[in-house]
Nanobody, 118 residues
Framework: QVQVVESGGGLVQAGGSLRLSCVVS????????MGWYRQAPGKQRELVAS???????TYAVSVKGRFTISRDNAKNTMFLQLDSLKPEDTAVYYC????????????WGQGTQVTVSS
């Protein structure tokens, strides 16, 4: 009943930019906080940025000032603008959505690969 689909990953040189998108399809419930996570090889998944329903963002220290999160509630879509990319940003980026029906549940996308070459 819930589908979360990311897009926009790719290969970019250091200093370049990418824009990730996450589209949520669901029949019931309301979308609460949305977030982007990433997981590099051999590392744990980490929170990159999150955004509330009213548009208030939170960023990991490592990406603050370089990444920008936004959402379009009317289209159930979230974005992550990645600027000034560094090789250490290389990871699979996942969209996470918290949806409230009777209780709040987490939903994840399949991930999109971001690779930054030096």
């Amino acid at each position: 009943q819930v589908q979360v689909v990311e897009s926009g990953g790719g290969l970019v040189q250091a200093g370049g930019s990418l824009r990730l998108s996450c589209v949520v399809s669901r029949r019931v419930g309301s979308i609460n906080v949305m977030g982007w996570y990433r997981q590099a090889p051999g590392k744990q998944r980490e929170l990159v940025a999150s955004i509330t329903t009213t548009g208030s963002p939170t960023y990991a220290v490592s990406v603050k000032g370089r990444f920008t999160i936004s959402r379009d509630n009317a289209k159930n879509t979230m974005f992550l603008q990645l600027d000034s990319l560094k090789p250490e940003d290389t990871a699979v980026y996942y969209c996470n959505v918290k949806i409230q029906v009777w209780r709040e549940s987490d939903y994840w996308g399949q991930g999109t690969q971001v690779t930054v070459s030096s």
